[in-house]
């Protein structure tokens, strides 16, 4: 039985240019395993969704550090839904106030990672979510 490794997109969406620790992540989820697509800064969720949907991505990973998260999370999940990819889960890593957190979670964000996560943990959140879903 071969198995296939997990693909994560991680995308910088908006006009942060903060991108030291998408790089970072992604470095961890490669070296974890993974197959990584990074898209680099300024993204808009309609580049995010078109590039979620032609590199056939299990999860999206958006790196948030301008507070414009709670504007483009609904809007990127809206270009995913509407593209036909409801099934792949969106995690959130960046700066994101606590009171945040849980209506990101109502908005469909299945994990928030804010600064100073372990990359352990980022992965084996992500290998979770993959896990339930093959369930």
Same mark, same amino acid.
């Given at each position: 039985?071969?198995?296939? +490794? !997990?693909?994560? &997109?991680? +995308?910088?969406?908006?006009?942060? @240019? $903060?991108?030291?620790? +998408?790089?970072?992540? +992604?470095?961890?989820?490669?070296?974890?395993?993974?197959?990584?697509?990074?898209?680099?800064?300024?993204?808009?969720?309609?580049?995010?969704?078109?590039?979620?949907?032609?590199?056939?991505? %299990?999860?999206?990973?958006?790196?948030? &550090?301008?507070?414009? $998260?709670?504007?483009?999370?609904?809007? !990127?999940?809206?270009?995913?839904?509407? =593209? @036909?990819?409801? %099934?792949?889960?969106? !995690?959130?890593?960046?700066?994101?106030?606590?009171?945040?957190?849980?209506? &990101?979670?109502?908005?469909?964000?299945?994990?928030?990672? @804010?600064?100073?996560?372990?990359?352990? =943990?980022?992965?084996?959140? !992500?290998?979770?979510?993959?896990?339930a879903r093959q369930a």
């Amino acid at each position: 039985m071969t198995t296939t +490794a !997990i693909r994560v &997109l991680i +995308a910088k969406p908006g006009l942060d @240019g $903060h991108d030291r620790g +998408a790089k970072v992540i +992604a470095r961890a989820l490669r070296d974890a395993g993974m197959e990584v697509i990074y898209t680099g800064l300024r993204q808009t969720p309609e580049m995010i969704a078109e590039a979620a949907l032609q590199e056939d991505v %299990d999860v999206v990973g958006l790196s948030i &550090l301008s507070g414009a $998260h709670m504007a483009l999370v609904p809007r !990127i999940r809206q270009e995913l839904d509407a =593209n @036909g990819l409801s %099934d792949i889960s969106i !995690i959130v890593g960046g700066i994101i106030p606590d009171d945040d957190v849980s209506a &990101l979670s109502e908005m469909g964000v299945a994990a928030v990672f @804010g600064p100073g996560t372990s990359t352990e =943990n980022i992965v084996t959140r !992500i290998r979770e979510l993959i896990g339930a879903r093959q369930a």
